[in-house]
């Protein structure tokens, strides 16, 4: 990312649940199992003559890798031990590797480390999204973060940034220079046919009343905090887009760009975990493990939709000298601004386009005119209708 000087204010709404904290209270899993868990949602097979599973691929991948291929997780369920026993061991020196850069180095911290076996502690929020914030402080751009979560991880997630801008991270003590501040009071989002509430401490406010001043109040968000959005409204929306974490947008705002970062911002419509409303949004999934990119675009909606998954892992701890949050955030920026179309309509054309590596040819990938176009979505939260178009773009290993 370049300078701060003429560019957008950022507004980063940043899942936390094995997005940047790889453990979730609710479901009481450490990293060990979270990251199973992960696994088994981005490794792919289908079940043989006799009923045995049978991999279709001996890779993780963002998509199923072949017709007729499923995730491991969308038949066999949340398997916390996936690479320990049964097919899962295969991916089990995948799951090592990972979860040794999640360890923990140097003394015990009890805000920035969490427990996981008897002798092991891990990070607590990954350092890659450290590294973020001290890049945008560095380029002088002006942001705020607001996380959103379903979990109950929140206020801990709060209390550690908090610290962490305080200069007190082993890690990153040049974070007591970024003067952001953090509000501790967890927000809650609500959703309902009529209306969604938003409430944090004093404040309320209500699409019912208004749904200019949700757009209103996040675009103006100050600093970093942190709301609870509705899970059991999504579930009652069959997990779909429909009853996700609502964001708002005006795609005519030529000062602020909302991204929304989550593990689980999928290419189905029915499937996925962030409701646009009313305009267009970008967003970045952001999976771990991954070397691959994608985008859809769409026409009345005005919807635009870039995920993104690189290698080294941004959800991971990472030793370079670059950062992959960084870099997806730099992606979603060049990908907004080289599509953008008069009227703030996204749009994609050309033919097949591979790209073999990730830093820095992605940039140029997500940049160029180029594009594969892929089968349309329909309107999420705006229209029935499908696309017009949509984009596909794929690092090749």
Not at 114 to 129: D, N, T
Not at 315 to 341: C, I, K
Request: hydrophobic share 35%; with cysteine; proline share 8%.
């Amino acid at each position: 990312m370049s300078g701060g000087a003429g560019r957008r204010r950022l507004v980063l709404h940043v899942d936390l649940n094995n997005t940047v904290v790889a453990a979730d209270a609710v479901s009481g899993q450490g990293p060990r199992a979270a990251l199973n868990t992960f696994l088994s949602t981005v490794t792919w097979g289908r079940a043989g003559a006799a009923g045995e599973w049978q991999w279709a691929s001996d890779r993780p991948s963002l998509r199923p890798p072949c017709p007729d291929s499923f995730s491991y997780y969308s038949r066999h369920g949340r398997d916390p031990a996936f690479t320990e026993a049964g097919p899962g061991r295969c991916f089990g020196g995948l799951h090592a590797h990972h979860l040794q850069l999640l360890e923990w180095p140097g003394r015990q911290h009890d805000v920035f480390s969490v427990q996981g076996e008897p002798s092991k502690r891990y990070h607590l929020i990954l350092p890659a999204f450290f590294r973020l914030l001290d890049t945008l402080h560095r380029e002088g751009r002006a942001f705020a973060v607001v996380f959103r979560t379903f979990g109950t991880d929140l206020p801990r997630a709060l209390r550690a940034v908090s610290c962490a801008l305080a200069g007190q991270h082993p890690q990153f003590p040049a974070l007591r220079d970024v003067a952001l501040p953090v509000d501790l009071t967890p927000g809650q989002i609500r959703c309902s046919k009529r209306e969604v509430v938003l409430t944090r401490g004093a404040e309320r406010l209500a699409t019912r009343e208004d749904g200019r001043k949700l757009y209103d109040y996040f675009s103006s968000f100050e600093g970093i905090g942190g709301f609870q959005d509705h899970f059991d409204w999504w579930a009652r929306n069959q997990f779909s887009s429909r009853g996700g974490k609502p964001l708002w947008i005006d795609p005519h705002d030529p000062g602020v760009h909302h991204i929304f970062i989550d593990d689980n911002i999928r290419l189905d419509d029915a499937d996925t975990i962030v409701h646009p409303q009313p305009r267009a949004v970008s967003l970045i999934k952001e999976l771990a493990l991954l070397p691959s990119v994608a985008s859809t675009a769409g026409h009345s909606g005005y919807m635009a939709c870039l995920r993104a998954a690189v290698q080294p892992a941004p959800g991971f701890p990472h030793t370079g000298s670059d950062s992959s949050a960084v870099s997806l955030v730099s992606v979603t920026e060049q990908h907004w601004d080289g599509n953008r179309l008069p009227g703030g309509l996204q749009q994609s054309h050309g033919k097949d386009q591979k790209v073999k590596s990730l830093f820095p040819p992605v940039r140029q990938a997500v940049a160029a005119k180029g594009r594969a176009v892929g089968r349309g979505l329909p309107g999420v939260g705006c229209s029935a209708e499908p696309f017009s178009s949509s984009c596909v773009v794929w690092p090749v290993p």
